[in-house]
């Protein structure tokens, strides 16, 4: 089956800036593929290419068995797209941009209509459906541009940065809606927000200044690139372990995440020793205690020398 999105050797240079450095990478159909880098790390110019809004400086992208550099873009209508800040007529409300949209790709008005009813129901925007999109929260805007995207039920949805600015709620439920496409479509999700990027992607690739540094399932490139680590959950008082285990020779690096207190570094064996008592020592109250690998941040971090421009 052909790959829904290769790259060989892809390029884009401005001047003297090169944005994308012979990115080599393909796309396996079905998976949710997570495209990882830091703010400017060549992403969105990378989507620019792939969807015919750049020409490639060098290299090629193939788009369904398309090349990105064909002045045929017919093989598009199957894929959707969702912007970092997608776009709206504010006078429609979200029935109205749907079916106009349906229109813009071929439909038939009685198509439009249906179709836009069915995308309204699948993003929870039924309820908004006579409401001028002109005062829809960031949240509802997404939901919005998710189903124009979804609306001609694209074999391939390529989003970028789809929860930046989005609340914890609104980060959730764009996350199980992008959850569920699994298998059903391939999905290739660019973001900066690697714990978004942990929760629903399969597969990953990870650029830097332009260029490729990894590639692979999620699984696979943690494993091959993590420290032995240690997870701590205390029910209260977790950024004072926190700043107690910084000063701490054996605890390597300490990061807090999601009310979860993260250690990585050669030393674990130790830590696993000194944690309970100096846990005790605090008077705090230990919910749980576990070793094992690290995360898709430390993996960034190390394979990108830190990752500058975060």
């Not at 020592?281 to 430390?298: A, I, Q, T, W, Y």
């Amino acid at each position: 089956m052909t790959a829904p999105i290769e790259c060989s050797g892809l390029t884009k240079r401005y001047g003297e800036l090169t944005a994308a450095d012979g990115l080599t990478f393909s796309v396996e159909p079905g998976s949710v593929m997570g495209f990882v880098g830091h703010n400017g790390a060549g992403k969105t110019t990378t989507l620019r290419m792939l969807l015919g809004l750049a020409r490639p400086s060098a290299g090629d992208a193939y788009i369904l068995g398309k090349s990105c550099r064909n002045a045929d873009r017919s093989h598009l209508s199957a894929v959707g797209y969702l912007p970092e800040s997608p776009a709206f007529y504010r006078w429609m409300n979200p029935r109205e941009f749907l079916a106009f949209a349906g229109d813009i790709l071929g439909m038939d008005e009685r198509e439009c209509r249906a179709k836009a009813g069915e995308m309204l129901d699948i993003f929870g925007l039924s309820r908004l459906a006579g409401r001028k999109i002109a005062g829809f929260s960031k949240g509802e805007r997404q939901r919005l541009g998710l189903a124009q995207a979804m609306i001609a039920d694209p074999t391939l949805l390529i989003m970028d940065e789809p929860t930046s600015g989005l609340d914890p709620m609104g980060r959730h439920e764009l996350l199980t809606l992008i959850s569920e496409m699994r298998g059903a479509r391939t999905v290739f999700l660019s973001s900066h927000i690697l714990e978004d990027v942990e929760k629903v992607c399969d597969r990953v690739v990870m650029i830097s200044k332009g260029r490729l540094v990894e590639s692979g399932s999620l699984r696979e490139v943690v494993e091959r690139h993590a420290e032995p680590g240690l997870t701590i959950e205390v029910r209260q008082g977790t950024e004072e372990l926190a700043r107690a285990l910084e000063g701490e020779s054996w605890s390597g690096t300490v990061s807090l995440r999601e009310g979860l207190i993260r250690l990585a570094g050669p030393d674990m064996d130790k830590a696993q020793h000194e944690v309970p008592r100096l846990v005790s020592s605090l008077g705090l109250p230990l919910v749980s205690f576990e070793s094992g690998g690290g995360d898709l941040s430390e993996v960034y971090l190390k394979l990108s020398g830190g990752g500058d421009g975060w």
